[in-house]
């Protein structure tokens, strides 16, 4: 069974900096794009940042400058650096990958959510 795990969220100070990770496990055949996604209280759930197999990034406009996705293709992991928090980035993040499983048909897979609080 494929799983997405994140890591990495926690209380941090606004202007601080955070780092989350998020690794595919389970029979996976290949990973395709793979992405950020952030829900706060409230709000629908949005885009971060996203980036393909070949390394091509996209970011939320008002994010750009602040946050960078990258990614590790052997590994199934996609990282989100978050610099120069600020008390608006509070919110769950969601890691998102489109892969296809073992003996399956390409799909869309969801982490469980890291919470990302921004707070002195």
């Known amino acids: 069974q494929v799983q997405l795990v994140e890591s990495g969220g926690g209380l941090v100070q606004p202007g601080g900096s955070l780092r989350l990770s998020c690794t595919a496990s389970g029979r996976i055949d290949s990973v395709s794009d793979m992405g950020w996604y952030r829900q706060a209280p409230g709000k629908q759930r949005e885009l971060v940042a996203t980036?393909?197999?070949?390394?091509?990034?996209n970011y939320a406009d008002s994010l750009k400058g602040r946050f960078t996705i990258s990614r590790e293709t052997a590994k199934n992991t996609v990282y989100l650096q978050m610099n120069t928090l600020k008390p608006e980035d509070t919110a769950v993040y969601y890691c998102?990958?489109?892969?296809?499983?073992?003996?399956?048909?390409?799909?869309?897979?969801w982490g469980q959510g890291t919470q990302v609080t921004v707070s002195s």
């Open positions: 998102n990958a489109r892969l296809k499983p073992w003996n399956k048909l390409w799909g869309d897979y």
């Open positions: 980036i393909t197999s070949v390394y091509i990034t």
